[in-house]
C-alpha cells in the first residue's frame, strides 16, 4: 500500500511558510455573535493559537504572523526531515484544535494549509505582502460593514466595493466622519507572535552565585510597524536574519 502513498515523501528545504487560512469562517460571525467587522475575542483567540503553534505543537516554527482567519509560520529549520503533508496536516490540525478550544469548543473548524518557499529575502517582501492584504482587508470590512449598517445586504455591499482603489474607500469613510487610520493597529497591520531571547537572574545552589541565564519567551507585538517603511524593514532584518 505504501507505494500509492504517491506525495507522503515530497519534501520542501528551509526556509518556508506555511500558511494556514480558516475554512468558511464567516459563519462563525453568526454562530458565535462575533461584533463586526473585526472581534477583539477572535483576534485574541487567533493569537493564542499562534502562541501554542511556537510553543506546544512541536512543529517549533520561529514565529507567526497573524491577521483576520489567516496565520503565516515562518521556518528556517524544518520538522519530520522537511516532508510537505505531514508539515501541512499537523500544523492545520492543530490550529483548528487549538482555536476550537480558545472559543470554547462549541464550533467545529478547520483550516487549510500550504507551503511556501522562501529566502530571507523573499521572506521580507512575503510579509509585506501579508500586511498589505491585511489593511486591505481592514478597509474592506469596515466599509462593507458601513454599507450593511445603511440597509444595502452583504452581497450588494461586496459587489458595490469590489475594484474599488483604497483611496476611494477612504474617502467612503471619511465623508462618514470616520478615520480608518484611527483604529487599533492590530486590526490594520496584523500581529506577530515570536522567540525572543530574554534575560533571567537564577541561583546555582552548587557555586551558592547568582547567575544569568538566557531564555526563550514567546512574546507578542500588537503595534507592528509598517513592513515597507524603513523602520519595519529593520525590523523584518532583525527576525528573519541576513538578507
Known sequence: MENRELFSNLTTIPPIFVRLDGR?????????????PFDEFFNTSMITVCTSLLSESGLNPD??????????????????????????SVAASFAASSLTLALGGTTLLSFDAR???????????????????AWRNHINGYCQQVLI?????????????????SKALHEM??????????TPAWQRRGVL??????EKEGFNPIT????????????VDKDLPLFTSEEGKVFLRNLVGSV
Do not use: C, W
Not at 468558511?24 to 463586526?36: A, D, I, P, Q, V
Not at 469613510?173 to 484611527?182: E, I, K, Y
Not at 507572535?193 to 530574554?198: C, F, P, S
Open 24 to 36: 468558511s469562517f464567516h459563519r462563525l460571525t453568526e454562530t458565535l455573535g462575533l461584533e463586526k
Open 63 to 88: 514565529f507567526a504572523f497573524t491577521f483576520s482567519d489567516e496565520i503565516s509560520l515562518y521556518f528556517a529549520q524544518l520538522p519530520f526531515n522537511g516532508r510537505i503533508e505531514k508539515i501541512d
Open 115 to 133: 507551503v511556501i518557499p522562501a529566502t530571507p529575502a523573499f521572506a521580507m517582501e512575503y510579509l509585506a505582502n501579508r500586511q498589505n492584504e
Open 149 to 165: 449598517e445603511e440597509g444595502m445586504n452583504g452581497k450588494k455591499a461586496a459587489e458595490h466595493l469590489k475594484g474599488l482603489p
Open 173 to 182: 469613510m471619511h465623508v462618514r466622519g470616520f478615520n480608518l487610520a484611527m
Open 193 to 198: 507572535v515570536y522567540k525572543k531571547l530574554t
Open 208 to 219: 551558592q552565585e547568582t547567575v544569568v541565564a538566557e531564555r526563550s519567551a514567546v512574546t
